[in-house]
């Protein structure tokens, strides 16, 4: 059983992603079964910090060999390090599930040795839950980027929703900031994905497909880099239309790592608002990026972006 302490660093290490809201699930519970993943989405609330609270959302391992700059688990952090077994996850999921704590999981990790290697230690954990647990309740797993092609499609066949996270706008950021990751680390596997799951919908046809029914989300950290809110609009708006994301997140950057390359105060929730009110108009009214903000531009501060667009566009309110 994990003891209270690695419990505490894996949990705390996990809050910094805002990725794992969830909902589109519909998959109930079978004779003999634990858990529920209802088509209304299960119970999700946010925090200021640990944001979403209804699912056990949790590290595998926070000693990480990668070193993102931004980021309280990189490489050369001076921080408390822990990590725990697929078993002792799958125990705690299932306890805190039946005492009624928790609805879902949501399961990330630091790269623990090599990409493969944690992928492997995600996968077995889920597949354990699955298949000796019976644990029907809803799944959100991290893809670890550079995994191997095979590990990541096998792990979404057992959970809902699988995030690759972009974390910053550009190439250019990721390579200054994320210098281990590449664009195309997260992009390939979410094509990836998106395929695989155009093809296994195409194939159960009307039947309810089981490959990630809850689709794709990611994540951007706002404002850790010099990219405006016109060009992070363009990135969403890409993976939207390429990969039929469910949600591009946008957490606005908090300096928790202090570093020469890096802005020493917060973003602010303002333009995060901002940001999920464009991708908002963006995803259910129909707008462009384009239509919303110029590409070097931020959204305006004092008018939500609806009504920013409205008033340039005065001779359609005669
Ligand atoms: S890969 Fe980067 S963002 Fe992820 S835990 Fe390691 S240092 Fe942090």
Redesign the pocket.
């Known amino acids: 059983m994990i003891d209270a302490e690695r419990l505490k660093i894996l949990t705390e290490s996990a809050k910094y992603d805002v990725s794992c809201s969830s909902s589109g699930s519909a998959r109930t519970n079978k004779q003999g079964g634990i858990g529920n993943a209802s088509m209304g989405g299960i119970c999700h609330s946010f925090t200021p910090d640990g944001r979403c609270i209804s699912l056990l959302k949790i590290l595998m391992s926070?000693r990480?060999?990668?070193?993102?700059l931004?980021?309280?688990?990189?490489?050369e952090a001076d921080v408390p390090r822990a990590s725990a077994t697929p078993e002792e996850i799958c125990e705690l999921v299932i306890s805190f599930y039946r005492r009624n704590y928790i609805e879902g999981l949501f399961l990330s990790s630091?790269?623990d040795g090599t990409p493969d290697s944690t992928m492997e230690r995600m996968l077995r954990t889920v597949i354990l839950l699955r298949k000796q647990y019976n644990f029907n309740g809803y799944i959100h797993l991290k893809g670890i980027p550079y995994a191997d092609k095979l590990l990541t499609r096998r792990a979404a066949m057992y959970a809902d929703r699988m995030s690759f996270?972009v974390?910053l706008p550009s190439a250019n950021s990721l390579k200054l900031l994320?210098p281990?990751?590449t664009r195309e680390s997260v992009l390939l596997p979410m094509q990836q994905l998106h395929l695989e799951k155009q093809a296994t919908d195409a194939e159960s046809k009307k039947k309810r497909s089981h490959f990630l029914p809850a689709g794709q989300t990611t994540q951007m950290i706002v404002g850790a880099s010099p990219e405006s809110d016109g060009q992070i609009l363009r990135l969403s708006q890409a993976m939207y239309r390429k990969f039929s994301l469910k949600r591009v997140y946008y957490s606005s950057y908090v300096p928790v790592v202090h570093h020469a390359l890096l802005p020493d105060r917060c973003t602010g929730l303002l333009r995060e608002h901002r940001l999920y009110q464009a991708d908002w108009l963006m995803r259910f009214y129909g707008f462009s990026a384009e239509e919303i903000a110029s590409e070097g531009e931020n959204l305006p501060e004092e008018y939500d972006p609806k009504c920013a667009w409205a008033l340039r566009h005065l001779q359609f309110f005669p």
């Open positions: 926070n990480c060999t990668y070193n993102c931004y980021c309280p688990n990189r490489a630091a790269v996270n974390e994320a281990q990751k």
